[in-house]
């Protein structure tokens, strides 16, 4: 099997729509609504999900053939921690601000429902390369979804994209004032039940026949 | 009359499935019933035709929301002149109110009905009379002040994930209108909460020495309950407050319209009074804040209770179904109010939140009281057949 094969390709592309972990599979929806009241935190929870999933994918898979049954959730998290405490430390060496926005949710990563996920129901059974990209793949659905609240909830929330006030100062004296429930975890629900409505009216395979 | 009526009938083809327009039919039945009495008649069985049908109950309710409004426009116009000393006549005072009503209302029913009539376009539904009541009680639970585009907004964030998304009209959990008031509420704090936001005019102008346009509820608050207005005053309605809740006197005229015409359950709107008045007692007894020393009775002419517990507990859309339930969502409505009035002071009006939160809670309620009487009548059934 090549490296880059359509089988693989398929891996990566098909969190990002069908198989989204928030969206479809309603995943990590915890952290996705606390760390969302600006982008920049936002997009680094996103890359640091997608780091710890791919790489601790790529490590269970190669030692899946050694790993006895009974034990393998202890292993798996052993190797989760020990990758959310690297990608912890070096925030806290490169993005200290970033790092102490998200305070807990980055500890919190090692229980998100995702990485678990993926190494149950991927890594254990697949090739190392196959499940490294479908970590990736996952990740980046994610940070996907997380990216998009958190651009919406900025903007209204905050008057802001990235700390940059992008609301003219014009728009303020004529009476127009920020959103304060922009702010709040209700509207990243809410946001994220309308990407999950605008997503299933595009892909009518999705919706669940009742 | 005839001319319209030819009209509207050689245009129907036109509209009518497979006609140029056919997607727009149901906007264009919507006119037509609007403008005609509709005359379909059931093509089969035999079916019990009742005179109350959706537009007339909708109708009744507006009836009885007339006084509220009307005493709301005089009161915004009474506050206002007693903030900035100006004296005018009773006919003055209203027109003054009536002017500021208006575009509140021009607003709330032009987003509202149009999201409804685009609504009924893409499931291919017939319009239907949903929004009349929501459109009048939206600007009646507004503070004057607050911006157009705001209000925009709260209707169109309500109707859409309040109604429309759960299936439209009949079919939403919370009260619409009370949803785009919480909406605001937490999106926009400074609009809907504070002193000044109750008075029209208040915000950008300075009004005369001593006076403050905090409602009595926000005044026992700050500490100053002995500034606040008298229990007639509050129940005749001359205090500050959201358009058309203040007057106590003009939602009971609106009570007595609803039972007498049965289509407002008494029975909810006796035990939210019941509920309110037993948990204002019980906080009597131990009197820790100025709240809690309010007299319970107090509790029924301040700030938007008489309004929520006549028009919008009783929406039988949201409330209990049941009859022992109505009871209990009552109940627990008023004991709600007292508790986030007393104990919640970033809140000082809690029937918004009451409600919304029983509203929630009322399919549980149904629940309960139907699963009782399944198992009351079946240990009956078991007792006989033992017999």
């Known amino acids: 099997m090549s490296i880059f094969s359509s089988k693989n390709f398929k891996l990566l592309s098909n969190p990002l729509n069908l198989q989204n972990p928030i969206t479809v599979q309603i995943l990590g929806i915890c952290s996705a609504l606390a760390v969302t009241v600006k982008l920049k935190p936002a997009i680094v929870m996103g890359l640091s999900v997608m780091v710890v999933t791919a790489i601790s994918n790529l490590v269970i898979s190669a030692m899946r053939n050694y790993i006895p049954p009974r034990i393998r959730i202890i292993v798996q998290l052993v190797v989760v921690a020990t990758m959310v405490i690297l990608v912890d430390q070096l925030l806290r060496a490169f993005v200290y601000d970033v790092s102490k926005q998200l305070s807990v949710y980055v500890g919190l990563i090692i229980t998100n429902c995702i990485i678990m996920g993926r190494l149950e129901a991927f890594a254990m059974g697949n090739k190392p390369w196959p499940s490294f990209v479908d970590g990736i793949g996952n990740g980046l659905g994610y940070a996907m979804i997380l990216i998009a609240i958190g651009f919406i909830r900025e903007l209204f929330g905050s008057g802001a994209v990235l700390g940059f006030n992008v609301i003219p100062k014009s728009f303020y004296d004529t009476g127009y004032i920020n959103n304060g429930m922009m702010i709040m975890p209700t509207a990243a629900l809410i946001l994220v039940g309308v990407i999950i409505w605008i997503q299933r009216s595009f892909n009518k395979e999705l919706i669940e026949k009742d | 009359m005839k001319s319209l009526r030819n009209y509207i009938d050689k245009k129907k083809p036109l509209f009518s499935p497979g006609g140029k327009f056919a ?340 399919p549980l309620i149904d629940y309960f009281v139907v699963e009782g009487h399944i198992k009351r009548r079946l240990k009956r059934a078991k007792v006989k057949a033992n017999a």
Not at chain 2, 189 to 214: E, H, R, T
Not at chain 2, 274 to 299: D, Q, V, W
């Open chain 2, 23 to 362: 997607k727009l039919g149901s906007t264009f039945g919507a006119i037509e019933t609007f403008l005609f009495t509709p005359n379909h008649t059931s093509q089969t069985g035999v079916h019990i035709h009742d005179a109350i049908d959706l537009k007339r109950t909708m109708t009744v309710v507006i009836l009885a929301l007339v006084p509220a409004m009307l005493f709301g426009s005089w009161n915004i116009g009474y506050q206002n002149g007693l903030a900035f000393g100006v004296e005018r006549g009773i006919i003055d005072n209203f027109i003054f109110g009536f002017l500021k009503l208006i575009p509140l209302l021009v607003v709330s029913y032009g987003v509202g009905l149009g999201i409804e009539f685009i609504a009924a376009q893409i499931r291919g539904h017939e319009v239907n009379e949903g929004y009349l009541v929501t459109g009048i009680l939206i600007p009646l639970i507004m503070p004057v002040n607050i911006p157009l585009w705001m209000l925009a907004l709260a209707v169109a964030f309500a109707v859409i994930f309040g109604k429309e998304i759960f299936g439209g009209t009949g079919y939403n959990i919370m009260n619409v209108a009370l949803l785009a008031r919480a909406f605001l509420f937490f999106a926009y704090p400074s609009q809907m909460s504070g002193d000044s936001v109750w008075i029209y005019d208040l915000p950008n102008k300075v009004p005369i020495d001593g006076f403050s346009g905090a409602t009595p509820l926000a005044q026992i608050g700050q500490g100053a309950a002995s500034k606040m207005a008298s229990f007639h005053d509050m129940f005749m309605g001359f205090i500050p407050g959201s358009i058309g809740e203040t007057s106590t006197l003009a939602v009971l005229i609106g009570a007595a319209i609803l039972i007498f015409t049965g289509i407002g359950s008494w029975k909810i709107m006796l035990s939210v009074v019941l509920g309110t008045l037993s948990m204002g007692f019980l906080c009597n007894l131990l009197p820790l804040n100025a709240y809690m020393e309010l007299p319970a009775y107090y509790h029924l002419v301040m700030g938007g209770f008489a309004f929520g517990a006549v028009f919008m507990a009783t929406d039988p859309v949201t409330a209990s179904h049941t009859e022992k339930g109505k009871w209990i969502y009552g109940f627990l409505i008023g004991v709600l109010v007292v508790l986030i009035r007393i104990f919640n002071p970033a809140y000082p009006e809690g029937m918004m939140l009451a409600i919304l939160l029983m509203n929630v809670w009322s």
